[in-house]
């Protein structure tokens, strides 16, 4: 069955290309401008849908366009140019020497503090 959109297609298409955050509410009013016989609220519905379509036919578009071409160069990201290696970002290693000398050293205090 032929829907209501469907001799509307290529309009809403240019209507969303030009303005993606259009809703359906919006192009429902803009189509009831143009033919008030036939559109009204009851297709909000159907035009919904056909813009979830478009959205995600978009997004997918864009997603695919972001895979084919890196964003930007490997090397220095934050402009400053640094070359060498990267500084460490995980936590120090456990020492345990290093531990139990603050332990005796504690223990030393306390009984001096006494």
Not at 60 to 67: D, K, M, P, S
């Amino acid at each position: 069955m032929p829907s209501k959109l469907d001799p509307h297609v290529a309009l809403i298409e240019r209507w969303f290309a030009a303005e993606p955050n259009l809703t359906a509410i919006a192009i429902v009013a803009r189509l009831a401008e143009r033919h008030p016989e036939q559109f009204g609220n009851k297709q909000h519905s159907i035009v919904q849908r056909l813009l979830r379509a478009l959205r995600q036919t978009s997004a997918q578009r864009l997603i695919a366009e972001g895979c084919e071409t890196p964003t930007q160069p490997p090397g220095a990201v934050d402009g400053s140019g640094y070359g060498g290696p990267n500084p460490p970002t995980a936590p120090p290693l456990f020492q345990p020497s290093r531990l139990i000398n603050q332990q005796t050293d504690k223990h030393r205090l306390g009984n001096i503090l006494r």
